[in-house]
């Protein structure tokens, strides 16, 4: 499994697989779906498992933000 990452820019669904090639605006997140490695992990791993939120709320403040400008 990949990383699954949809978001709708001007009207269209566009999907990414890659979290940086995510654009800086668009208008909704309609998928986030990190694919989280089986266990046991490793301190690197869970690194970035716990980063997963930080990034999904950056989303959200994108979104939010264009929404309030609309």
Do not use: C
């Not at 998928?31 to 709320?57: A, G, R, V, Y």
Request: proline share 9%; charged share 35%.
């Amino acid at each position: 499994m990949a990383h699954d990452f949809q978001i709708i820019k001007n009207g269209k669904l566009l999907k990414f697989t890659r979290y940086q090639d995510i654009p800086k605006d668009f208008d909704n997140v309609v998928k986030f779906l990190p694919e989280i490695p089986p266990e046991p992990h490793t301190p690197e791993q869970h690194e970035e498992i716990e980063d997963w939120h930080n990034k999904f709320l950056r989303l959200m403040e994108i979104e939010k933000n264009g929404r309030s400008s609309r």
